[in-house]
C-alpha cells in the first residue's frame, strides 16, 4: 500500500512535472534538443497545470453527473461518510485528528443524521500503518464537535475500494442495503463506483463542490498554488478511477 501510494504521488503534479524536468537535465548533454525539449514541456505543464481555468474543466469532469442530494424523494437505512485524511500530531488536539477534508465530509454527515435520523457509519483505516484508525478520528470528532455518536466503526480499509468491501460487510450483519453515500463531490464518482460494485445500494450525497458554472474572469488564466493542488486533486481521481476498473473489475 505504501509504495502504491508511493508511485500514485509521482504520477501527479508536482511529481511527474518534476521527474520530466530531471529526465531533460540529464539528456541534455548527450541529447540537447531532446533534453531541452523536456525541460519546456516540463514548464509548460507546470504552468497549465497551476491556472485555475484549468482546474475548473477538470473538476467539472468529475462534478458534471453529481448533483446535491434532494430534500426528499431517496430511500436509504443508513448513511455512510468516508475519511479524507488525518491531521498528524495536532498540538492543540494532544495528537492525530481529522483533516480539514474529513472535516467538511463529517459536518455534511452531521446535518444529514439530524435531518433524517439515520444511523451512521464512519470509514477509514490506518493508511500508513498509524496506531489510530481514521474512522476513530472521526468518531471522536463526531463525539466532541457535533455531539453525534455513529452506529458503526470501521477501521479497516486503506483506500476507497476497501472502504466498500468492509462497509458492505458490517452493513450486512446489521441487514442494511441501502445508504447515503457522503465524501466530496469530486470524489463521489469513483467511491460510487467502488460501493456499488460490491453490491451496496448507494445514494450520492456529495459535499464540497470544486466545479462552478460562474463566468471567467482574469484570475482564472494567473497560476497559483491552490489551483496546482485542485489540478492534482482531480488527476487522483480520474487516475484512480481507471485504476479500480483495472483492478478491481468482476471482484
Keep these: ?9 509521482l504520477l501527479l503534479p508536482p511529481g511527474f512535472i518534476v521527474l520530466i524536468a530531471l529526465l531533460g537535465l540529464a539528456m541534455r548533454r548527450r541529447w540537447p534538443f531532446v533534453g531541452g525539449g523536456l525541460v519546456i514541456l516540463a514548464i509548460g505543464a507546470l504552468a497549465a497545470l497551476s491556472l485555475p481555468v484549468t482546474a475548473r474543466q477538470l473538476m467539472s469532469g468529475l462534478e458534471a453527473e453529481i448533483k446535491p442530494l434532494p430534500a426528499d424523494g431517496w430511500q436509504a437505512e443508513a448513511i455512510v461518510v468516508l475519511g479524507g485524511g488525518r491531521l498528524a500530531a495536532a498540538p ?54 457535533f455531539h453525534i455518536e455513529p452506529k458503526w466503526i470501521e477501521g479497516q480499509s486503506r483506500n476507497t475500494y476497501e472502504n466498500a ?28 463506483w467502488a460501493f456499488r460494485s460490491v453490491g451496496l445500494e448507494t445514494q450520492a450525497a456529495p459535499t464540497t463542490f470544486e466545479s462552478t458554472n460562474s463566468g471567467y474572469d482574469v484570475f482564472d488564466f494567473i497560476p497559483n498554488a491552490y489551483a496546482l493542488s485542485r489540478n492534482s486533486q482531480a488527476l487522483h481521481e480520474f487516475i484512480g478511477l481507471g485504476w479500480y476498473k483495472v483492478r478491481y473489475a468482476g471482484r
Design 1 to 9: 500500500m505504501l509504495v502504491a501510494k508511493l508511485v500514485g504521488l
Design 92 to 145: 492543540e488536539y494532544r495528537g492525530d485528528t481529522v483533516s480539514a477534508a474529513t472535516l467538511q465530509r463529517l459536518r455534511y454527515a452531521a446535518r444529514l443524521q439530524r435531518v433524517t435520523r439515520l444511523p451512521l457509519l464512519v470509514s477509514g483505516g490506518s493508511v500508513f500503518g498509524e496506531t489510530i484508525p481514521e474512522a476513530e478520528l472521526m468518531r471522536q470528532a463526531l463525539a466532541e464537535d
Design 165 to 192: 468491501v468492509h462497509t458492505k460487510t458490517i452493513l450486512e450483519a446489521s441487514g442494511v442495503r441501502r445508504v447515503l453515500l457522503v465524501t466530496h463531490a469530486s470524489h463521489m464518482m469513483r467511491a460510487q
